[in-house]
């Protein structure tokens, strides 16, 4: 069974930062390409960053760009999600998703496993 468990969400202010986990198990982690997503109150869940499985490359949402940073290590089955210079936009449910054997993809619909997400608030 397929099991992804993010963490480390939380309350921060303006400018502050926090680092995001996502663990997996029931798959090979080192064949998965792992992406974050988020969704603020009354949106969409929209995409913010992924990364491949093969070479570890990355692409991030405009939104995030140069803020946030993806990595993953394999040897612990985990994605993390580096986020700083956080701003009252970046408030929502972050969730981590992944594809076996698959390129880097934005739209949900190319990731077949999901986390539960964690909630990130950023206060002005």
């Known amino acids: 069974q397929v099991q992804l468990v993010e963490s480390g969400g939380g309350l921060v202010q303006a400018g502050d930062s926090l680092k995001l986990s996502c663990t997996a198990s029931?798959?090979?982690?080192?064949?998965?390409?792992v992406a974050w997503f988020r969704q603020a109150p009354g949106k969409e869940r929209e995409f913010v960053a992924t990364?491949?499985?093969?070479?570890?490359?990355?692409y991030y949402a405009d939104s995030v760009k140069g803020r946030f940073t993806v990595s993953r290590d394999n040897a612990k089955n985990t994605a993390y999600l580096q986020m700083n210079s956080l701003k009252p936009e970046d408030t929502a449910v972050y969730y981590c998703?992944?594809?076996?054997?698959?390129?880097?993809?934005?739209?949900?619909?190319?990731?077949?496993?999901w986390g539960r997400g964690t909630q990130v608030t950023v206060s002005s």
């Open positions: 998703a992944a594809r076996t054997y698959g390129p880097m993809a934005t739209a949900i619909s190319n990731y077949d496993a």
């Open positions: 990364i491949s499985w093969l070479r570890a490359n990355t």
């Open positions: 029931g798959l090979t982690f080192s064949s998965v390409t």
